[in-house]
């Protein structure tokens, strides 16, 4: 990856494929974060001990229906493959994982640039949903 793609809040996957928010940059080409996400138990959220990584090794994350999901986007009531997004700006993806808004529509294939683009379009943080 590219330090120019990342900011604060990205999810990315390490070197040894832990995913986890980058929460601080130590220098131009290593992020840091507190407390790496580890994954899910019955107990909630798995995390780790303090994790730094050089960008070089980071690797983007596939953007999955789990993770759209999770982002809390919902599938369309009338078409299977597609997913919405309720809020100001509409955004819905198709199976392809294509995001359409208005009359644009971008190729998204990692989590980072799903995270970036929602950031650019509504000055917010796309965060993981907490499920019912």
């Not at 990315?12 to 986890?20: E, H, T």
């Not at 974060?33 to 690797?59: D, K, R, W």
């Not at 644009?104 to 640039?113: F, K, L, R, T």
């Not at 650019?120 to 993981?128: K, N, P």
Request: aromatic fraction near 12%; charged fraction near 25%.
């Amino acid at each position: 990856m590219k330090a120019h793609e990342l900011r604060i809040g990205n999810w990315v996957a390490d070197r040894g494929g832990k995913q986890w928010i980058i929460d601080s940059w130590e220098r131009h080409d290593k992020v840091s974060a507190e407390a790496p996400y580890l994954g899910e138990s019955e107990f909630g959220e798995i995390t780790g001990h303090p994790l730094t990584e050089y960008v070089e090794y980071l690797q983007p994350i596939p953007l999955t229906e789990e993770w759209l999901i999770k982002f809390g986007f919902i599938k369309h009531p009338k078409f299977e493959e597609v997913f919405l997004i309720i809020n100001k700006i509409g955004l819905y993806v198709d199976s392809s994982i294509r995001l359409a808004c208005d009359e644009y529509e971008i190729q998204i294939e990692h989590v980072h640039q799903l995270q970036n683009l929602y950031f650019a379009l509504t000055s917010e943080e796309l965060t993981i949903k907490e499920t019912v």
